[in-house]
């Protein structure tokens, strides 16, 4: 025998009841109410941590019952979905859950969020790219940019200079070069996703020949050709989408900090690849690859003691330069 | 308010809730891996334990409430608000004559669809083995969602209050319970003066935040020198430490005096539903609880949940005429869960 509350589904009315097996049939009996049913026709609900268990009946009447041992022991193996509610109350089976959604969340960010932005950037239409670029140069040149004080005729000569450049495979690289000055970026280069690149003043005086500018555009050229500008949009807005259904219900303020930390080891990656095909192209047009190493560690001179200021160009913190420049002597007597 | 003429059987029902963190934190694990390893399929039906894991664990009056939606018919319903805002993402990113035509489209579907999700929610929901419902017009939906929602976009949120005032009002004097219904009386002018101090403090954080910062960028504009990094980064902090401020402490005070003035304007037939939620004590739970989840990485969450619920579903009591036990019940057909999602996804507060 077991206690319950029943409630006949017509009125809230409570009555107290004791329950019992009666062969196949559910046996219940209360001041003013009896009544017998086939345990078939009852829909009971699972286990779920230590809530009452339910008993439904088929005209909408239910029975609550708080005792939980009594009530397995009355309709043991009753109710589906019991596996559930033993793996939430195992403390092992937990502990294990835990450790696979680390896991799992863990893979998703090294693997799949990535994946998922290289997908996004591919299939991004040519309009849009276009319309972000020029997006982007306009709010570049109203914060941090200042107009070249390059004469047009060294600014022409390098534009020249520039159709030298030849892709791996021999054929002409589709590009925009532009120049601005800058009094907050130092030294400096980037590209925009519709293959516009913009080279600082404060570079061009840097560098001791065209080459090594060319060296430059080959990079930056290299960040075109892999999309990385669009892959790293793409990566901040889906770490940041993770991080807010995860620390969702708290605060969407906490949701931001990852996604900082996680675009700073991205665009790691993404330098190597660009010297990688800086590299190669440079190779592929006749100018020696080393100009890329040697503008490297003059980047490292101007940038040892201050801090990286986070844009996508070559600016980096010191001992990455040194590293990256290190890393393309490597490929240089490798390839050679 | 407090008269002494008080009739003898009036008594007092509190609400509990008697969920426990550490059982919630085994079932959100659990949910958490479903969803994963199912990349999301198991979403719906860890939505319906999840609810089920609060109702079941809420009691009144020594019963418990019950839901029972079906992981199916959400499952629907998430599907059709994912579609609703793809739409409106590209809709609204890529300007043209289609952005007017999807705007037009969800605005006329969502009242349609925010009025089911009310629907959906209550009807799903049981106490004692009686359903509640939700009766409002379609009709009503519209001129709520539609006109004071856009009356509130239109007047930069200063209409706000009226249109908080005018959604409680069509969702709880529509709700019943059985044959019982609820009622609402709270006028206009107390949401106001309710928000009133919220929206004074909101100008002026909105001011503290981003005049300094316009001033700055502004006097480095005019003089052509770069900005000090020291200023710039003192602002940067400033500026977080307003914007947290915000979050942090406003939220939960605005929750709580909010929840208050609507619960307490709540009726269930003769009997008044009371609502005491004390507003810093609310603050301290809500940012003690965002620091415990920042520290553990999220693990604090069911824990956090589950405080959060037993604090201020504690606060809250029915002031019964005569007793429960007289309500009975009041048929009302089945629903598809069509909405329900969708007011999940695009924001909007139809919470119980
Ligand atoms: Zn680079």
Redesign the interface.
């Known amino acids: 025998m077991v206690a319950g509350v029943f409630f006949d589904g017509r009125s809230a009315q409570r009555h107290d009841v004791t329950l019992s097996l009666d062969g196949a049939q559910l046996y219940l009996r209360g001041a003013g109410c009896e009544r017998r049913d086939a345990v078939s026709v009852l829909r009971i609900s699972a286990p779920l941590g230590r809530t009452p268990r339910l008993i439904r009946y088929a005209d909408g009447a239910v029975c609550e019952v708080r005792d939980a041992a009594g009530f397995d022991a009355l309709l043991e193996s009753q109710g589906q979905g019991r596996w559930l509610h033993r793996a939430e109350s195992s403390a092992r089976i937990v502990v294990a859950s835990l450790l696979l959604v680390a896991a799992l969340i863990a893979a998703g960010l090294y693997w799949g969020v990535p994946l998922a932005a290289n997908g996004v950037a591919a299939e991004m239409p040519a309009s849009l790219v276009r319309q972000f670029s020029r997006q982007t140069l306009d709010v570049l040149d109203h914060q941090w940019l200042q107009p070249s004080t390059l004469p047009s005729s060294r600014q022409d000569a390098l534009r020249v200079a520039a159709q030298r450049l030849r892709s791996a495979e021999g054929s002409p690289l589709a590009f925009k070069l532009v120049f601005r000055a800058s009094k907050t970026m130092g030294p400096n280069a980037f590209a925009l996703p519709d293959g516009t690149i913009v080279l600082l003043d404060e570079l061009v005086a840097l560098a001791d020949n065209d080459d090594e500018l060319m060296a430059v555009v080959a990079h930056e050229l290299g960040h075109v050709r892999h999309r990385h500008g669009l892959r790293l949009m793409a990566q901040g807005a889906a770490v940041g989408l993770l991080a807010t259904w995860w620390f969702g219900d708290v605060s969407t303020l906490l949701a931001t900090a990852p996604t900082v930390l996680a675009q700073a080891h991205y665009s790691r990656e993404f330098e190597t690849e660009a010297d990688d095909d800086a590299v190669r192209t440079l190779r592929a047009s006749g100018i020696a690859p080393e100009c890329l190493a040697t503008l490297l560690r003059k980047l490292a001179v101007t940038q040892k003691g201050r801090e990286s200021q986070g844009f996508g160009g070559l600016l980096d913190s010191h001992p990455a330069l040194l590293a990256r420049a290190r890393r393309v002597d490597g490929e240089v007597s490798a390839g050679r | 308010m407090q008269s002494e003429q008080t009739p003898a059987e009036r008594t007092v029902e509190a609400l509990r809730f008697?969920?426990?963190g550490r059982?919630?934190?085994?079932?959100w694990?659990?949910n958490?891996?479903l969803t994963?390893?199912t990349l999301g399929l198991y979403s719906p039906w860890a939505k319906v334990?999840r609810l089920?894991?609060f109702y079941?664990?809420t009691e009144l009056a020594?019963?418990?409430f019950?839901y029972h939606g079906r992981p199916l018919a959400i499952f629907w319903g998430r599907l059709l608000a994912i579609v609703m805002l793809v739409v409106y993402h590209f809709a609204t990113t890529?300007l043209s004559i289609w952005t007017v035509v999807a705007l037009i489209v969800i605005g006329l579907a969502l009242p349609w669809l925010l009025h089911n999700a009310i629907r959906f929610r209550l009807h799903y929901s049981?106490?004692?083995?009686?359903r509640f419902s939700f009766r409002g017009s379609r009709a009503q939906a519209y001129v709520v969602f539609l006109l004071y929602g856009l009356l509130t976009f239109f007047t930069a949120y200063l209409a706000a209050p009226l249109f908080h005032q005018r959604l409680k009002r069509y969702q709880h004097n529509n709700s019943w319970f059985?044959a019982t219904p609820f009622s609402f009386d709270v006028s206009v002018g107390r949401f106001y003066r309710a928000y009133l101090p919220f929206m004074i403090a909101f100008a002026l954080l909105f001011v503290a935040a981003f005049v300094p910062l316009g001033l700055v960028i502004a006097a480095s504009k005019h003089s052509g020198?770069?900005p000090d990094p020291h200023t710039v980064q003192l602002m940067m902090i400033g500026f977080v430490a307003i914007?947290?401020f915000g979050?942090?402490v406003l939220t939960p005070l605005w929750q709580a005096v909010i929840q208050n003035l609507i619960w307490s304007g709540t009726k269930l037939g003769p009997h008044q539903m009371v609502s005491r939620v004390s507003p810093w004590r609310l603050v301290w739970i809500q940012l003690s609880?965002?620091v415990l989840?920042?520290i553990t990485l999220?693990?604090f969450?069911p824990w956090?949940?589950v405080r959060a619920l037993r604090y201020r579903l504690g606060c809250m009591h029915l002031e019964t005429q005569g007793t429960?036990?007289?309500?009975?019940?009041g048929g009302e057909p089945e629903i598809g869960a069509f909405g329900e999602e969708t007011a999940d996804v695009f924001n909007i507060d139809i919470g119980l």
């Not at chain 2, 059982?23 to 079932?27: A, H, L, W």
């Not at chain 2, 049981?126 to 009686?130: E, M, N, V």
């Not at chain 2, 429960?324 to 019940?329: H, K, N």
């Open positions: 008697n969920g426990s059982e919630y934190f085994g079932i694990i659990v958490l891996l994963l390893v334990r089920q894991y079941r664990n020594a019963s418990t019950d890529y049981s106490y004692r083995g009686l059985g020198t770069k914007v947290m979050t942090l609880n965002a989840v920042m999220g693990l969450m956090a949940t429960l036990d007289a309500v009975i019940a």
